[in-house]
């Protein structure tokens, strides 16, 4: 009988997967093909065996989280042909490395199977790549129960010459988006296609994006270009305008159709205004998937306030060095918090907070304590040993003996010219702060450089910092009104208002750059990676120096 039944189903899978979107059996463009609807129910009766399976896994490892780790380092180190036999000996022989140092790259993301084949193996594994999209589509599932609809979620994402994969990548019947619209070799092109097939469907329950800056830049194209998106979406075509391979551009004009009453309505929509315009194009959408690390935040805080007034926002996963590591099994609070999960990388940490000064001894994952702060020290897959990544947690609290995390800052966008040590999150509340004494002005986006990073053109000046700032309401400002932003770190940074005493550091030479400029750097950048508020690369600051308007 066992037998029987599961000939039964695998029969059907293969029937469905023919008559997935480019099967042998698929017909329409348009229309969700009924090969699809039950392949994705299949799919979706596969995801609660697995949820099953990955929930127990989950409880029985994070209340033993030392031998957990114990094992998944001897199943890494037995990967390469290493002989240590535990994390004490481990650590003893090999020393902290900087990131870069174990090959340069972030490590890339392996090639991933897909559908009711991944959920399948998911319910035997518990390798980080099947765990925690099942228990993330878990978590959605409950809290947002129409967002495992089919093709209900669009994808925003792009990575240059390759596919990231999406947050539920087993379940690839979840989008609406083509997997190809990602790929193509430039970005703002690539968020335009993923825009106007999300707009097709009115139907959407969830929007997702690989950082909340590519959503931001998203809507962004459709605030300055829907007319030109609803021409697209009557005529069933893509831009003449846009740079597309002649292949990329024939197979996805393939799949659009002309929709002249979901164009009017688009245009109806936009011509209202942007508050609350997510909602109002996507009328049952419930949530916002994306991530928002560090440098990220002000443009959450944008879309919160505006396009995406009134929804949720949901970041499922915490990653560092393209290692997964947590996931957030709690996306109704506010605040995002990460359970480590002990079976996905050996985890390290090194004390960070005030009076941690000394000898760079590491805690194991076991041995954290709720409060206090701890850099990340990281061992994984793609030859990433006891690496410092750059990141500074807390832990918040503890899931039986596992560690509920928050993140706290990124020690790569740390000002210093010094040694005085101006963190990312710091600087931007006293930048917000003397954006406030500018009457009129508001805040769109951001970035600063070390003096040093000018070379000989910053001339015979003290160090100091370049910040770059684009705003809306105001055309310039009086040096007066830029002296302010030195003014509010004097008062917030003891430190600094010293070196500025003494003349070790220069004012603060503040510039605004034309409007789109900051869109235009994530493009030139060429790296899906959070937004760095620190430039370090003389060609990105060349870049934003070359649009600066006063």
């Known amino acids: ?66 031998r957990s780790q114990e094992r998944l380092l001897l199943r890494l180190l037995g990967g390469a042909g290493a002989a240590e036999p535990d994390s004490a000996v481990f650590r003893a022989r090999r020393p902290l490395a900087e990131r870069g140092s174990n090959g340069g790259e972030t490590p890339a993301h392996p090639a991933l199977p897909t559908g009711a084949w991944a959920l399948l193996r998911s319910s035997c594994t518990a390798d980080s790549p099947l765990q925690g999209p099942v228990l993330y589509l878990d978590v959605l599932s409950r809290v947002f129960p129409e967002a495992l609809s089919p093709q209900g979620t669009a994808r925003f994402s792009w990575a240059r010459g390759c596919s990231l994969p999406a947050a539920a990548w087993p379940l690839p019947t979840l989008y609406c988006t083509p997997e190809e619209a990602g790929t193509v070799p430039s970005r703002a092109a690539a968020l335009y296609v993923q825009l106007l097939f999300a707009l097709r469907e009115r139907e959407l329950r969830a929007l997702e994006a690989g950082l909340v800056s590519e959503l931001y830049d998203a809507l962004g194209v459709l605030r300055a270009g829907w007319e030109g998106l609803a021409q697209d979406l009557a005529l069933g075509r893509l831009s003449p305008h846009l740079e597309l391979p002649e292949g990329t551009r024939r197979r996805l004009e393939q799949l659009l159709a002309p929709d002249a009453a979901r164009a009017a309505e688009l245009r109806a929509e936009c011509a209202r205004g942007w508050d ?59 605040d995002s918090r990460y359970l480590l999960c002990p079976d996905w990388a050996f985890c390290e940490f090194l004390p960070a907070g005030p009076g941690a000064e000394g000898p760079p001894g590491t805690v ?17 897959q793609a030859g990433l040993s006891r690496c410092r990544v750059g990141e500074v947690l807390k832990v918040a609290e503890f899931h039986n003996q596992c560690p509920v995390v928050e993140l706290v800052r990124r020690l790569s ?59 809306r309401g105001v055309r310039d400002l009086s040096e007066v009104q830029r002296y302010k932003l030195d003014q509010c770190l004097q008062e917030d940074f003891p430190v600094y208002k010293t070196f500025r005493l003494k003349g070790s550091i220069g004012p603060v030479r503040l510039h ?39």
């Open 364 to 380: 194991l994952l076991a041995d954290v304590q709720a409060g206090p702060e701890y850099e990340l020290v990281l061992t994984a």
């Open 413 to 471: 966008q740390t000002l210093s010219v010094r040694g005085e040590g101006v963190p990312e999150e710091r600087f931007y509340q006293s930048l917000r702060r003397a954006v406030a004494m500018w009457p009129g002005a508001r805040l769109v986006d951001y970035v600063c450089a070390e003096s040093s990073l000018l070379g000989a053109s910053s001339g015979v000046c003290a160090p100091h910092y370049q910040v770059f700032v684009e705003l």
């Open 1 to 66: 009988m066992l037998l029987a039944g599961l000939a039964v189903v695998l029969a059907l899978l293969f029937w469905a997967w023919r008559c997935r979107p480019g099967g042998a059996g698929c017909w329409g463009a348009r229309r969700r093909p009924w090969g699809l609807v039950l392949w994705h129910w299949l799919a979706l009766r596969v995801l609660g065996r697995a949820v099953g399976w990955q929930r127990r896994h989950l409880e029985q490892a994070s209340k033993d989280v030392r």
């Open 512 to 550: 605004l750059v034309a409007a789109r400029a900051f869109r235009e750097l994530r493009d030139a950048a060429g790296s899906p990676g959070p937004m760095a508020r620190v430039l370090r690369e003389k060609r990105l600051l060349h870049f934003i120096q070359s649009r600066v308007v006063s």
């Open 276 to 334: 609350g315009v997510a909602r109002r194009l996507w009328p049952r959408l419930q949530v916002v998937v994306a991530a928002e690390p560090g440098g990220e935040q002000l443009y959450g805080e944008a879309l919160r306030e505006s396009e995406c007034q009134g929804l949720p926002f949901y970041c499922p996963f915490y990653g560092a060095a393209g290692a997964l590591l947590g996931v957030n099994l709690w996306p109704e609070q506010p």
